[in-house]
């Protein structure tokens, strides 16, 4: 399968505890975006990487998120202290270059108790 | 900022009717508008785009500047478009704002 991956798709954890998500994009596309979805709506956006680069992050994105994309492949979402208002469809999407047309992973679903 | 409204939760229909699924966006510059679709157990995947200007599984959509709306259609509905919708708007290479989506159920 050469889409984008995610891994773990599920997860489960208590609240206060950290997580950790993976993503692996379409091998020769170097944008990468993270997404997060809720029920009910449409994914929103949380920040996206050009390379290595972080280029934008969403006003969603509190300081208990961090991402990295260290050598331009792969990129990592953490989120410290979860809180039950953590718990949704986690995104990651990749594209080349400014092409606007996003590939999807299948998601992380996060559940927060 | 922009915005995408689908002011439709869930649309149902019985095989072989037309279908609109409805669209509206805010942006004041050049947008570039796209549909993409969610099966059942499936990842969200393009529909189609505005600048390609053509007919996925039947589907096509056009943009109005003039009413910001990019609304989906297709003349005959199948019970296999049985998905969720969800229309979405990019700016300059930047992330994708999405509408909250529209469910469609195609009846037999």
């Known amino acids: 399968d050469t889409g984008v991956s995610q891994d773990p798709r599920h997860k489960i954890t208590k609240r206060g505890q950290n997580v950790t998500f993976r993503c692996d994009p379409i091998?020769?596309?170097?944008?990468l975006y993270w997404y997060r979805q809720t029920l009910g709506q449409g994914p929103e956006f949380l920040t996206y990487?050009?390379?290595?680069?972080?280029?934008?992050k969403s006003r969603l994105l509190s300081d208990r998120f961090s991402a990295e994309r260290p050598k331009g492949s792969f990129s990592t979402l953490e989120i410290q202290r979860t809180e039950q208002g953590d718990s949704a469809m986690y995104l990651c999407?990749?594209?080349?270059?400014?092409?606007?047309?996003?590939?999807f992973g299948p998601g992380t679903r996060l559940t927060v108790l | 900022a922009q915005r995408v409204t689908q002011p439709e939760k869930l649309l149902s229909v019985f095989k072989g009717a037309p279908v609109e699924l409805k669209c509206n966006y805010s942006?004041?510059?050049?947008?570039?508008l796209f549909w993409y679709v969610q099966y059942s157990r499936q990842r969200l995947q393009l529909l189609l785009r505005?600048?390609s200007r053509e007919s996925i599984k039947g589907f096509t959509a056009d943009l109005n500047k003039g009413e910001t709306s990019f609304h989906l259609k297709k003349p005959f509905a199948q019970e296999e478009d049985s998905a969720m919708y969800y229309c979405?708007?990019?700016?300059?290479?930047?992330?994708?704002?999405f509408g909250s989506g529209t469910r469609l159920q195609v009846q037999p």
């Open positions: 999407a990749s594209s080349f270059n400014d092409r606007r047309e996003q590939f």
């Open positions: 091998s020769e596309h170097n944008r």
């Open positions: 990487f050009q390379n290595e680069a972080q280029l934008e």
């Open positions: 942006y004041s510059g050049s947008p570039e």
């Open positions: 505005h600048i």
């Open positions: 979405a708007l990019s700016v300059t290479g930047r992330a994708l704002t």
